[in-house]
């Protein structure tokens, strides 16, 4: 079941970039939160970026900070990564999830939505 649908992912020299955009409906872009997350074989999972779909405050894991960039546009229930700079550490599969709804603007720690991922590699 696709909850959220992703594209833009790929294969980018070290030093390029890469959008990645994740797609919701009325049913699924609910969330107060939408994050971008990231694994790659052998690590843990890692958030790398957070966005609040109502004041559009942002954050991003140290890794990725100056870097990448989200954004959303809630007209067209879609969240967007901007990765530049790509390095071969960010080679992984990335999500989008959405967190479980919630009256009053707060974002917890279960997520109800996600998507289906998308490969990023980064070659040296």
């Known amino acids: 079941q696709v909850q959220l649908v992703q594209s833009g992912g790929g294969s980018v020299q070290s030093g390029g970039s890469l959008r990645l955009s994740c797609v919701g409906s009325?049913?699924?872009?609910?969330?107060?939160?939408m994050d971008w997350f990231r694994q790659a074989p052998g690590k843990e999972r890692e958030r790398v970026a957070r966005?609040?779909?109502?004041?559009?405050?942002?954050a991003y894991a140290d890794s990725v900070k100056g870097r990448f960039t989200i954004s959303r546009d809630n007209a067209k229930r879609t969240v967007y990564l901007q990765m530049n700079s790509l390095k071969p550490d960010d080679t992984a599969m990335y999500y989008c999830?959405?967190?479980?709804?919630?009256?009053?603007?707060?974002?917890?720690?279960?997520?109800?939505?996600w998507g289906q991922g998308t490969q990023v590699t980064v070659s040296s």
């Open positions: 966005i609040h779909t109502g004041d559009g405050s942002t």
């Open positions: 999830a959405g967190t479980t709804p919630r009256i009053g603007g707060s974002c917890p720690e279960t997520y109800d939505y």
């Open positions: 009325a049913y699924t872009y609910r969330s107060n939160c």
